[in-house]
Structure formats: structure tokens, C-alpha cells
């Protein structure tokens, strides 16, 4: 039975994934490198441009981003954007585009040196919401 003297664990003396990414700045550092490779992503970025276009649209979508990242991987942010499905019906999103979304993420997470073990357990917790995007 382990217990250290922090409230950051389940019980079980294992960090959150949110310590193991690096916490807010690494998040946040992940998130910029992957909204500025979704931008030079031909496959998909016409699909930001009204975004891209707006610095206030922009800024919303990178807090929602962080947050929900934060908010997933155990971190004490809250998500406050649309549910996946709301956000992105009427959107006709291909699974090929759900695809080069999810390598722009993997580029960042490489790019800022994020650990193999903690880049999979990203994807794999952001993986299974192409279901509520895809094809809506
Ligand atoms: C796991 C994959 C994805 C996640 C986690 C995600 C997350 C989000 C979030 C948090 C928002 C903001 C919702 C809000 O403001 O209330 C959003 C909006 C949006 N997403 Fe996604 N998304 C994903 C996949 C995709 C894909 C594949 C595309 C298109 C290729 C896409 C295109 C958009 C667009 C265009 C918006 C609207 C941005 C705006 O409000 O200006 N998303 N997404």
C-alpha cells in the first residue's frame, strides 16, 4: 500500500497522466505546436480557416483545447467548450481527416518531447471520441 504526500495519484502512488505530460506548460506547448501544424496541414487546414482567421475564435479554441486535454488526462482545469458531437456535427469530417488531425497531435507531442508511454496514452484516450466527429 503506497501513499506519498500528494493528492496527484489514484491511491496507488501513480502520478496522473496530466504530471506525466508535464502539467499545464507542456500542454499548452503541445497545443501550439499542434494548432500551428494543423495550419500548414493541407489535408485539413481549410477547414480552420475561418478560425485561423479570427483571434478571438483562435484563442477560444486553444483554451477549449488545453482544458480538455488538462480535464482528460486527470489536471484540475475544466472543460467549458461543446461536447464533440455538437462541436463538429454538420462538419462531414472524413475518418481520413480525423487521421491527419491525430498525426498533426502525435508531430507535437514529438516535436516537445513528450515520452513514447505518455504520447500513446494521449491518442489513446482522444482516439475513441472519432466516433462522435466522424461522418456527423
Ligand atoms: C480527437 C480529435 C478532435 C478533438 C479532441 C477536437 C476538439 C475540438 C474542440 C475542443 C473544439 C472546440 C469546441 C468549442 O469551441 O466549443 C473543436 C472545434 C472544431 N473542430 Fe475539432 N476536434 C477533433 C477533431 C477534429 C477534426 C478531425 C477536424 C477537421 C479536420 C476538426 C475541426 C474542428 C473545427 C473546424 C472546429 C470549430 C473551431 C471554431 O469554433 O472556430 N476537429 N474541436
Known amino acids: 500500500f503506497t501513499t ?5 495519484n489514484k491511491g496507488n502512488g501513480e502520478p496522473t497522466l496530466y504530471t506525466r505530460l508535464g502539467g ?18 493541407d489535408m485539413i487546414n481549410t477547414r480552420f480557416e475561418a478560425t485561423v482567421g479570427n483571434h478571438y475564435r483562435l484563442q477560444v479554441l486553444r483554451n477549449n483545447l488545453i482544458d480538455q486535454i488538462c ?3 486527470g489536471g484540475p482545469c475544466q472543460y467549458k467548450g461543446q461536447t464533440m458531437l455538437e462541436a463538429h ?4 469530417i472524413s475518418a481520413a ?9 502525435a508531430a507535437a507531442l514529438d516535436f ?5 508511454r505518455e504520447k500513446n496514452d494521449l491518442l489513446t484516450i482522444l482516439t475513441p471520441m472519432e466516433s462522435d466527429i466522424v461522418d456527423k
Not at 4 to 8: A, I, K, P
Open 4 to 8: 506519498r504526500c500528494t493528492d496527484d
Open 24 to 41: 499545464i506548460d507542456v500542454i499548452s506547448k503541445v497545443t501550439d505546436k499542434f494548432l500551428t501544424n494543423v495550419v500548414a496541414d
Open 71 to 73: 480535464a482528460g488526462t
Open 89 to 92: 456535427t454538420g462538419m462531414k
Open 97 to 105: 481527416e480525423f487521421s491527419a488531425l491525430m498525426a498533426d497531435l
Open 112 to 116: 516537445c518531447e513528450v515520452a513514447e
